[in-house]
Each structure stands twice: as C-alpha cells, then as structure tokens.
C-alpha cells in the first residue's frame, strides 16, 4: 500500500515538467490500493483526473475522487495539510463542473459549481484557497455567458 509520502512525491511529478512520469507514478500508487483505502484513492484520483486527454476519462475520474470523498473521515486529508476533508470539496466540485461545462451539459456544471459554493467557508485565505475561488467565479461567469449566448 502506498503512504502519503510516496502519493505527495506522485503529486509532485505530476505537478511538475514530469506530468508523464507523475501519472505512471500515480497510476502505481492507484495499483498498490484497495477499495477501502479511500482517502488515498480520493486524492489519486482527484490527480489522475488532471493527466487524462480525453475529456470523458478526466470527468471519470473526477467523479470517481468526489465519490471516494464521501467516505472521508473529518481529518483523514490533515497529512496533506487539509485539516478537515470539507477543505477539498470546492476544488472536486470545480473539477467536475469544468468538465462537464466542457463536455456541454451546463446543468450538471451549475449543480457541481453551486455544490463547490456552498463549501468555500472551508477554504483556508491563503493561495490554494485563492485559486479556487477564482476557479469558482470563472466558471460561474463562463455558464453565465453561455446560457446568455
């Protein structure tokens, strides 16, 4: 099984000019779980969904992470820096509502947009937080254009 060190330096690689490296690392973490290792599997997940090229495996696997996420205990994420798992819901909801914004169902992208908005109180005021909510706003603002177009 593999520990957190060994996702975060996945992460890392994939984050970095190593995205192809990253993602075989992130797919041998995936290989090393089991079905009841859902924090690791939510955040590998959350990851491998950034590597795909097809637009239908990125949204899979988002929703794959945002499914694992239910099964999270409050502090199951604080080795990561996310003291409690509601920290990671606005960026899973971004994620998807992104992905189904591009793929065209703007329905399903307002509902995960709405769902990541009711969760931003648990975002800390820093960089990471930042981002997302800039995230949110853009995406709000694109699906505002798009049901005006």
Known sequence: MSDWTTITTAIGATLSAEKDRGRQLLLECWNETVPT????????????????????KEIAWDE??????GFLKDDELAPLGIPSVNGLRPSL???LADGYHRMGDNALAREHLTEGQTVLWALKDDGYGKMIRAGLDNLAQRLTTATNA
Not at 37 to 56: F, M, S
Not at 64 to 69: C, D, G, K, V
Request: a negative charge; aromatic letters at 6%; glycine letters at 0%.
């Open 93 to 95: 909801h971004l994620n």
């Open 64 to 69: 794959f992470a945002l499914r694992e996420h």
């Open 37 to 56: 290792d859902h924090a690791h599997r939510c955040v590998l997940a959350h990851y491998l969904a950034d590597t795909e090229t097809e637009l239908a």
